[in-house]
């Protein structure tokens, strides 16, 4: 059942895309040649195009093949080739690694073409930073204009940035300021896959101005600047602010109508690596599983980016089963999406009793009431009753629907909510109420008055249209909810771990608000909007949690410009809390049960305790080529991901032991010890003493049983000692384990799979 619904998904995907493609029988590859050490890019150009010739036969055949060079952070190119060609290509000595470019897609759940709502963390104040800190932006572009984008009160442009404000299409230099100090576009990737921009019939600019809205929202909601009484007309009234409003943003349009071609992304990195971001934020990714390291534009251009110092922050997806965690490479912060305590709610009054609470978007006069009537009742004539209940095109008898309102069900839960409304508009109905099991993550704007309810809401709402001949409803105005309970918990979509490719790193790392968020949008892009041109939308998605994990390393960069990106990581997860505002564990919305490391990895981000952590768990790349190793990375995976020769140790460190914030062991026979490394980020001398919460079946025991540290910077190693005594049939059991100095925890998630004792 549940691989069915991805299944669907991932039909309705490729059927755009094949729909897209052009027919020729070259494809676009993405051909990686890892470090180079040539004077400048033409020299690199050059002899990329000589690589070429030698299997396109001339250089001008290679000039014309070619789309992307990669030439600054690492050395490669992407170009149009048959797969004859392409292999001949791949057996060069200078090439590395020759994949195919695949296709991201943006991480909202309007990317499933719906569009979800609720907001940002209160009314916190913004936390200061403490210096100048860059955040590359991969993402649909930004609007310019949003005051979200506004430059008060920052000082100029930092020197060390070596980006640049590329104009085109309605954007000039003046849409560059000291808030938007760069701004670049990729197409060439997408274009060659999928047809010219012009060809698609939709609203787009040819520069880095963004059609979309998706991008602008991302991009304020890391850094926007604070704008008081900024909503959604009326909805969520409140001051808008990104989480790190001091931040600079380098834009780096890659999408395109929700689409992001590989070989855009890597040139895109290849930049913002070399431009000097301190960040990358990325609400986008490719379909599950997760795939290899070693053929994966994002994993590969990330690893640049992680030994370069750059964290790079990135969705986990929006996929909401198990295993379904993609941007699961271990050198990414992988986010996860979760509510807010804030709810639209919007009331249906039936004719006889209390009201039905709603969630919706009703900003119109809606004081009148309609007949309802329930789609199955309304069928067309000839289509089966259940086949009207979904609401679909060419279902519903315009004679029976006729300025009433509508009940509609769902057939899968992926599927769009937003034209149903629009079907029943057509037949001149006046409302929708519709039944989803997403009811509370996914607040859908529709063109006319609607609702959406929640399968425990539906039965009163059938029992009542069932006893009257003629029942009436009404759908109140939508207000805004604050302080709901219980906030956060896990939006149903979220990806989840396990993660496929390294089950001895849980995944996702950390959640954040991706439900309901309010951030800047781009007023032309309507479609999701119910026609209304907007300067603020409200999204969900874990493309919106992402920007806040973004924002937090920014700030804790700040105060620590010299930390690595693993450290950085580590002081977001190890701070990272796990209980919800009514005290209880954070549960997932789906069902009221209570989360799992797998939903929301070391828990809820947690920015005020992050810029102090602490203790650090730090690694470098080397630790990450012993973690792939011990996996059986053979010499030729590696180098196909560092682009530089490397060896395997000859009995390289098992995966459990990488000095990750959080700890996995997928395949646990026996007793078994594991080993972290803490560094010690505090003032003073300092004791740590342990909290250890054992999994199911397990007891877990720690040597030393304290830390003393004495000094800034010192390091000490311990080890956990797990004894099992009970298998966990096939699933993983989890717990936690903490060092405390009396006052903040430095907590790490465990997530054990007990195969025997
Ligand atoms: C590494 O690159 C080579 C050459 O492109 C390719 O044949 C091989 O399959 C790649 N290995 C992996 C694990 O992707
Ligand atoms: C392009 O879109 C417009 C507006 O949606 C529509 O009227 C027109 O028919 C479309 N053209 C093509 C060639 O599809
Ligand atoms: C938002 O709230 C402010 C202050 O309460 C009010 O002045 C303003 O009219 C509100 N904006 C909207 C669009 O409701
Ligand atoms: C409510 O129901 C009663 C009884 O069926 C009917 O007389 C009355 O007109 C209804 N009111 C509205 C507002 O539809
Ligand atoms: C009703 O729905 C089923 C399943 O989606 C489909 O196979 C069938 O063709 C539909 N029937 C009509 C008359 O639309
Ligand atoms: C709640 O949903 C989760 C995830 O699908 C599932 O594993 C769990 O068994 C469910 N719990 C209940 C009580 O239905
Ligand atoms: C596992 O560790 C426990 C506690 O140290 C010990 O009693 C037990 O014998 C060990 N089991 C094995 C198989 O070594
Ligand atoms: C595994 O299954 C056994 C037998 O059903 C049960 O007693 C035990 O509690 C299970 N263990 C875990 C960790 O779920």
């Not at 600047?225 to 380098?250: D, F």
């Not at 992680?306 to 990414?332: D, E, H, L, M, R």
């Not at 032991?657 to 010890?673: D, E, H, K, Q, T």
Request: hydrophobic share 40%; charged share 15%.
């Amino acid at each position: 059942m549940r691989a069915t619904i991805v299944f669907t998904l991932l039909i309705l995907w490729n059927f755009v895309l094949v729909h897209g493609a052009t027919s020729n029988t070259k494809r676009h590859y993405i051909v990686y040649m890892g470090h180079h050490s040539y004077k400048n890019s033409e020299a690199v150009k050059s002899a990329n195009h000589d690589t070429l010739a030698s299997v396109t036969g001339s250089h001008n055949a290679a000039q014309n093949a070619a789309l992307h060079h990669y030439t600054r952070s690492f050395r490669g190119f992407s170009a149009m080739l048959t797969p004859d060609q392409a292999n001949k290509l791949s057996e060069s000595d200078s090439v590395i690694s020759l994949f195919e470019s695949k296709t991201s897609k943006i991480h909202t759940t309007h990317s499933w073409k719906f569009l979800n709502m609720k907001s940002v963390l209160g009314s916190k104040q913004p936390l200061e930073l403490k210096s100048d800190v860059i955040i590359g932006m991969l993402d649909s572009g930004v609007w310019p204009e949003s005051k979200s984008f506004d430059d008060y009160g920052l000082d100029a442009v930092p020197k060390r940035f070596k980006g640049e404000c590329v104009t085109g299409e309605h954007f000039s230099m003046h849409n560059c300021n000291r808030k938007i100090i760069g701004a670049r576009y990729y197409s060439k990737g997408y274009e060659q896959e999928y047809g010219s921009l012009e060809s698609f019939n939709l609203t787009f600019y040819r520069s880095a101005r963004d059609a979309d809205g998706h991008g602008s929202h991302t991009a304020s909601t890391v850094a926007g600047s604070v704008v008081p009484y900024s909503s959604l007309l009326g909805l969520a009234n409140g001051t808008a602010r990104g989480g790190a409003p001091g931040a600079r943003l380098a834009i780096y349009k890659v999408c395109w109508f929700g689409f992001c071609s590989d070989a855009d992304v890597l040139s895109a990195m290849d930049d913002a690596i070399s431009d000097g971001v301190d960040i990358m934020s990325i609400s986008l990714g490719p379909d599950p599983p997760q795939p290899s390291y070693f053929s994966d534009a994002i994993s590969i251009g990330s690893f640049h980016a992680f030994q370069k110092g750059i964290v790079v922050s990135a969705s986990a997806g929006n996929s909401g089963f198990p295993g379904t965690v993609t941007n699961a490479a271990p050198w990414i912060l992988s986010v996860a999406a979760s509510t807010i305590d804030r709810e639209f709610d919007s009331l249906i009054y039936l004719n006889n009793s209390k009201p039905i609470k709603g969630h919706g978007v009703n900003l119109g006069n809606t004081n009148n009431y309609y007949e309802l009537v329930a789609g199955s009742n309304a069928a067309a004539p000839g289509v089966p009753a259940i086949n009207a209940s979904f609401c679909k095109e060419n279902t519903l008898d315009p004679t029976l629907i006729k300025g009433k309102i509508i009940v509609c069900m769902l057939e899968t839960v992926f599927e769009d909510r937003r034209e149903k409304a629009v079907f029943i508009k057509k037949g001149g109905g006046v409302g929708i109420i519709l039944i989803d099991p997403l009811a509370e993550d996914l607040l859908v704007q529709f063109v006319i008055q609607g609702v959406v309810i929640s399968p425990e809401a539906a039965p009163e709402l059938l029992a009542y249209i069932a006893s009257y001949k003629k029942p009436m409803a009404r759908i109140t105005h939508s207000v805004t909810v604050l302080s709901t309970k219980p906030a956060p918990e896990m939006a149903t979509f979220s990806s989840k771990g396990p993660n496929s490719r390294t089950p001895d790193i849980i995944k996702p790392d950390i959640t954040a608000p991706g439900v309901n968020i309010l951030a800047a949008w781009s007023p032309v892009s309507t479609e999701s909007t119910a026609g209304r041109e907007l300067d603020y939308n409200i999204l969900s998605g874990t493309s919106m949690a992402c920007p806040h994990a973004s924002a937090a390393a920014a700030i804790i960069k700040s105060y620590h410009p010299s930390w690595s990106a693993a450290a950085i990581k580590s002081a977001i997860m190890t701070t990272a809390f796990v209980i919800d505002n009514d005290l209880n564990y954070i549960r997932l919305n789906l069902n009221n049960t209570r989360a799992s490391p797998f939903d929301y990895g070391s828990g809820h981000l947690n920015p005020g305790r992050a810029i102090n952590p602490g203790l650090v768990y730090d690694y470098d790349s080397n630790d990450i080529l012993d973690l792939l190793c011990s996996k059986g990375a053979n010499p030729a995976q590696l180098k196909n991901l560092t682009g530089k020769v490397e060896h395997c140790k000859s009995s390289p460190t098992p995966s459990y032991n990488l000095n990750y914030p959080s700890i996995a062991v997928s395949n646990m026979r026996g007793n078994l010890s594991v080993y972290r490394t803490v560094t010690y980020y505090g003032e003073g001398r300092n004791l740590y003493i342990p909290k250890i919460d054992n999994p199911s079946g397990v007891k877990v025991s720690v040597t030393p049983t304290q830390l003393r540290f004495y000094a800034y910077g010192e390091k000490l190693t311990y080890r956990l000692d797990f004894v099992p005594y009970e298998v966990s049939n096939g699933s993983y059991v989890f717990g936690a384990f903490a060092w405390i100095d009396g006052v903040n925890p430095v907590t790490s998630p465990i997530a054990l799979n007990v195969i025997s004792v």
